[in-house]
């Protein structure tokens, strides 16, 4: 069954410094989210995006963080300057269409020291 | 606005018994609600959804869950746990009623299973 792939597993990064949270869709999907879990809390949308531009985001999305699909498999989060909050699970998602689940990729844990 | 609720962050069952996990959500839309599971190193999975329809839904692994309006409850069911069933469950429901993507997430309820 195809998948969604996320790279890497863990990144460990210093405060302030830049991150690029990679990820492979579903490779017939057509929108793509990041979500993101801070140890012990709930799972939070981050935004979503389709066709090219993004489509929702939430308050947790200010401008530190962008988005990015540049060919037509990956698909990155980036966080410009991080900060020691960004620590979390981030996960990646693929949807086929508008009405159908979503398939989740296994997540990236950052670490902000 | 939506918002979900999980009775419980940790439940502890016997394997052979039943499972109840429950999950409350406030919409002010129609709701589509969904269960995920999530094992130890992996992604979110997909359990079942009720979009319409059938109240009653019936998901993978033999868990089932029923939507009760009146009750503004989506608990998740499995007659007999098995060892294999441990794992952390998510209820969610959809921001905007239409949509299955963007979900908003109850805190989860972690299942132990002992033999």
């Known amino acids: 069954e195809p998948e969604v792939t996320q790279t890497p597993s863990h990144q460990v990064t210093q405060m302030g410094q830049e991150v690029i949270l990679r990820c492979v869709p579903i490779?017939?999907?057509?929108?793509f989210y990041w979500y993101r879990q801070i140890l012990g809390q709930k799972v939070e949308f981050l935004v979503s995006f389709y066709n090219n531009e993004i489509s929702e985001k939430s308050e947790i999305f200010d401008d530190q963080f962008s988005v990015e699909r540049p060919d037509g498999s990956n698909f990155t989060l980036k966080i410009r300057s991080t900060k020691l909050e960004d620590s979390a699970m981030y996960f990646c998602a693929s949807q086929g269409s508008y009405n159908s689940p979503l398939h989740f990729g296994n997540g990236t844990r950052l670490t902000v020291t | 606005a939506q918002s979900v609720t999980q009775l419980g962050s940790h439940v502890s069952v016997s394997e052979g018994a039943l499972v109840l996990l429950r999950c409350n959500y406030s919409?002010?839309?129609?709701?589509?609600l969904f269960w995920y599971v999530q094992y130890p190193n992996q992604g979110l999975q997909l359990l079942l959804k009720y979009t319409t329809g059938a109240t009653l839904v019936k998901g993978i692994n033999g868990f089932e869950a029923e939507f009760k309006k009146s009750e503004t409850s989506f608990h998740l069911t499995k007659p007999s746990a098995h060892m294999s069933d441990a794992a952390e469950y998510f209820c969610a429901v959809s921001v905007d009623g239409g949509s299955q993507g963007n979900l908003i997430f109850g805190k989860g309820t972690k299942l132990s299973v002992k033999p």
């Open positions: 919409s002010s839309v129609p709701p589509y």
């Open positions: 490779s017939n999907h057509l929108y």
